[in-house]
């Protein structure tokens, strides 16, 4: 079956860095797009970062210039770099993955907690 096994969540102060793994199995994973998500409580799940199978990147406004979404495909990783990470980022991080042809997150990762102190 397809796993997607997120870590590196923690505890970090404001200004901090933070790098999330994602370990992917059960999937080509060089033929899939992935993104990173996150969801803090009451909140709804937003789209963070995403990488296409090509490698083009994509980052919603609150992290870009922040945040770095990258892939090592010999791996079958996924990597979330966070620098200059502020309160709000707090959240649950979900890793997840998607057929190029579609535009729908089919499998998901059980989540990492971060949390920034300020």
């Known amino acids: 079956q397809v796993q997607l096994v997120e870590s590196g969540g923690g505890l970090v102060q404001a200004g901090g860095s933070l790098r999330l793994s994602c370990a992917a199995s059960?999937?080509?994973?060089?033929?899939?797009?992935m993104g990173w998500f996150r969801q803090a409580p009451g909140k709804e799940r937003e789209l963070v970062a995403a990488?296409?199978?090509?490698?083009?990147?994509n980052y919603a406004d609150s992290v870009k210039g922040r945040f770095t979404i990258s892939r090592d495909n010999a791996k079958n990783t996924l990597y979330l770099q966070m620098n200059s990470l502020k309160p709000e980022d707090t959240a649950v991080y979900y890793c997840?993955?998607?057929?190029?042809?579609?535009?729908?997150?089919?499998?998901w990762g059980q989540g990492t907690q971060v949390t920034v102190s300020s």
């Open positions: 997840a993955a998607r057929r190029t042809i579609s535009a729908v997150y089919q499998y």
């Open positions: 990488i296409s199978s090509g490698g083009t990147t």
């Open positions: 059960g999937l080509t994973f060089r033929s899939y797009a």
